[in-house]
């Protein structure tokens, strides 16, 4: 218990909570969306202790150390971690080597055989790397196969493991799921840390990112785009192999809230660094995230 208690000790105080959105908060809630996919009958009556246990850790490990931007602004900026991982997964690599670390300082797996400890390890990477956003297609495309074929087998360790890489796949971005006025506090929060990162790109006299920039886009344009192709294709696939009364929930609740964001966006329009404090109060004084070139 004394080496648990400090190994999420440890975890809390990994994230950065002047992150606006990726925060100990999201891993909270990421942990707790994970735990209720767990709790449903296709996968309750099939996990094992260890299938739940790595489901969880990942959960909570998911974003460890995030720095508030995204990969290609870590590329663009010569961030030693773009160099470390080669430019690939070069977030998703990072939260999961850093929960390595914590797992062995706090010697949490010490009384595990050390192969058994390795292989922990070894599935939690491939647990975190499955949240790499940049290949949703490859998984959403292997789970609608396996789903129209029927040939998910959940006796197959191999196929429990791609299942819960599916189920940390929607628990990380199941905000749409939740009732408007918690979705909608998470969409404010990711949108101002986009936003963040582009006033600091535009302060360098970098290329403002696609998603980041507060003079041309506003929460409800860059949620309701999110909801069409990356969160509604995911969870109508989840939804087919686990139709259940919270899937059907999650996905009433996310139409409610694509059509409550379309009302608003009519009203809204894209709002100046000025006009738009930071989630820290006043306006954005985050800098380049230590380990990036300075322009």
Known sequence: MVKLWRF????QEDYHNDNPYHNSVHAADVTQAMFCFLQEPMLANSLTSYDILLGLLAAATHDLDHPGVNQLFLIKTDHYLATLYRNTSVLENHHWKSAVGLLR??????HLPADDSLNMERDLGSLILATDISRQNDYLSRFRMHLDQGNLCLSSA??????????????????PCRPWELSKQWSEKVTGEFFQQGDIERKHKLEVGPLCDRETNTVGKIQIDFMTYVAEPLFAEWARFSDTCLSQTMLGHMGLNKASWGGLQQEQTPVSEEAEPSAAGGSSSKEMPQGSRES
């Open 105 to 110: 300082e706090t010697g949490l797996f010490s």
């Open 158 to 175: 191999s196929h429990r493991h791609f299942v819960l890489q599916m189920a940390l796949k929607c628990a990380d971005i199941c905000n």
């Open 8 to 11: 999420l000790v440890l975890v």
